[in-house]
Nanobody
Framework: QVQLVESGGGLVQPGGSLRLSCLAS????????VGWFRRAPGKKREGVGC?????????????QFSDSVKGRFTVTRDSAKKTGNLQISNLKPADAAVYCC???????????????????????WGQGTQVTVSS
């Protein structure tokens, strides 16, 4: 069964950091991009970060970020643990939301998902993990 499960959310003070993980099962996450999204109460879902599937023709893996988080969020993948990770730094109250991972597991396995389809298209989603920012 194809599944994505997030973990790592919690309560953090402004300025603090969190590391969210997205554990994949039922498929090889190394072959797919991982997008990160968030939804705050009363707001639309927002794409915050994305990491492409590895490109055999390039030594670097492309990542993309929304302007609101650029410079504070980092996305990585851990092949051994079969996870995608979102490192959040310098948290602000506006970052409070349910964070989830998603990707094109059934629709696209190439190395350009983040540029071509994110944040508008994904066919597999995790259930989300809550991030609360409060002093």
């Amino acid at each position: 069964q194809v599944q994505l499960v997030e973990s790592g959310g919690g309560l953090v003070q402004p300025g603090g950091s969190l590391r969210l993980s997205c554990l994949a099962s039922g498929f090889d996450l190394d072959n797919f991009a991982v997008g990160w999204f968030r939804r705050a109460p009363g707001k639309k879902r927002e794409g915050v970060g994305c990491i492409n599937a590895p490109d055999p023709s390039s030594p670097e893996t492309n990542t993309q970020f929304s302007d609101s988080v650029k410079g504070r969020f980092t996305v990585t993948r851990d092949s051994a643990k079969k996870t995608g990770n979102l490192q959040i730094s310098n948290l602000k109250p506006a970052d409070a939301a349910v964070y989830c991972c998603g990707g094109p597991v059934s629709s696209y396995s190439g190395p350009y998902y983040c540029q071509m389809f994110w944040p508008h298209e994904a066919d597999q989603w995790g259930q989300g993990t809550q991030v609360t920012v409060s002093s």
